[in-house]
């Protein structure tokens, strides 16, 4: 066993859910190295899918370790990968080495981590590809116990990250931690942001008139906490446009929609549904989003070039030291609110002071770009560890 592998007690095989996921398969061409890729949710799948879709295009044969979530997005694909019904996914990793194991690394990072204890035990290199840098809350822990294994292969979205990442990893290489970008945002690179901004609004029935905030929802407890401050404050505020709230659900959020219908009753503007519009399409629509804590929504807006803000709850802000701030806060592309009794101030200034919103749009500028061409950076990566050259 490697020395950056952990001790079994400390991520049994069947605490990881290997056995709640399925197996899809690419056949390829047999004379190229097998690669398993493991996609867990929303963020793995689209962080992931477009390297899947090159790797693929170029014949490389390919498995999936997949989980519930990642299907139902898999599914609304031309993804010409066939479903491995009769196979347990425990016993095809234990049997079928791979030439690499590849997966996102992200807050939760539970398939990042199975498939490392999987592989790695089998001298099987690892490549991670970074989907998110920040956590808080019940992640915490599970982030921290990463800490302690080392992939062969760290991807990373650009220099601000990877620096946060030495930082957090002594034990690994710097060389092996590669910038290579975010593969799912090289669609930023040749949107006319203008043009989607302009057409989302007309669906949303949005005038220039109207300052559109759209709220990017995390999980309970913190979504609908933070909701009912930020309710409550925007109702306080004197401002000219008319105020527009957007609730934007996270995925896995199974609380009550009747509880949030509560909460936004009491708001004295007006009130959205995000209906089949999708979230980045409304992410270029607003004038402001907002999330209650590590988002890749947020992330995602200063790609789009739209301020943003992170309220965050006092349990959150207690957890939070300067390594810990989410990126675009930390590099100052983002408003940060730590105290509910700020909340007030911190909207009127990200929302009525263009000089300030300028500096923050000035600073996404500086760390938050796309070229169109990480996916084929992580590809390059991927290939090389597959067949065994230095990257």
């Not at 010409?80 to 079928?96: D, V």
Request: proline content about 6%; some cysteine; hydrophobic content about 35%.
């Amino acid at each position: 066993m490697p020395d950056s592998a952990l001790p079994e007690k400390h991520f049994p095989l069947q605490d990881l859910e290997l056995e709640q996921t399925d197996f899809y398969t690419f056949e390829g061409d047999r004379s190229k190295p097998l690669i398993l890729f493991g996609l867990r949710g929303p963020g793995g799948m689209n962080c992931l899918w477009p390297a899947v879709q090159l790797l693929r295009d170029e014949g490389y044969p390919t498995d999936l370790l997949i989980d519930s979530v990642a299907k139902r997005i898999l599914e609304n694909k031309n993804h010409q990968f066939t479903k491995e019904t009769s196979e347990s996914p425990l016993k095809r990793i234990m049997e079928i080495k791979p030439a690499v194991a590849v997966s996102e690394f992200s807050a939760d990072a539970g398939t990042a981590l199975t498939m490392t204890w999987s592989e790695e035990s089998y001298g099987v290199p690892v490549v991670w590809v970074e989907d998110y840098p920040d956590v808080l809350g019940h992640y915490v822990d599970l982030y921290d116990s990463s800490m302690r294994i080392n992939p062969d292969y760290l991807c990373v979205i650009n220099e601000a990250t990877r620096d946060l990442a030495i930082k957090r990893r002594p034990t690994m290489d710097p060389s092996k931690i590669i910038v290579t970008g975010h593969p799912d945002y090289d669609q930023y690179a040749n949107i006319d942001r203008e043009v989607v901004r302009d057409e989302t609004r007309k669906k949303l029935g949005i005038n220039e008139q109207d300052f559109l905030i759209v709220y990017s929802g995390l999980l309970p407890p913190q979504t609908p906490e933070v909701l009912e401050h930020l309710v409550e404050n925007l109702n306080q505020l004197d401002i000219q446009q008319n105020l527009v709230l957007l609730l934007s659900r996270h995925p896995r959020d199974m609380h009550s929609e009747q509880e949030y219908d509560k909460v936004l009753a009491n708001f004295r503007g007006r009130v959205l549904k995000q209906g089949e519009i999708s979230s980045d399409d409304i992410g270029f629509a607003c004038d402001l989003l907002i999330a209650s804590g590590p988002s890749t929504e947020a992330l995602k807006s200063a790609y789009r070039r739209v301020p943003s803000m992170f309220i965050f709850t006092e349990t959150d802000a207690s957890q939070l030291t300067n390594d810990r701030l989410p990126v675009t806060l930390r590099v100052g592309a983002s408003e940060g609110v730590f105290d509910y009794q700020d909340l007030k101030t911190g909207l009127q200034k990200v929302m009525g002071d263009k000089t300030y919103r300028d500096q923050l749009i000035d600073k996404m500028v500086q760390y938050f770009n796309s070229d169109g061409h990480s996916s084929e950076r992580v590809a390059d990566v991927i290939k090389k560890a597959a067949n065994g050259k230095p990257v």
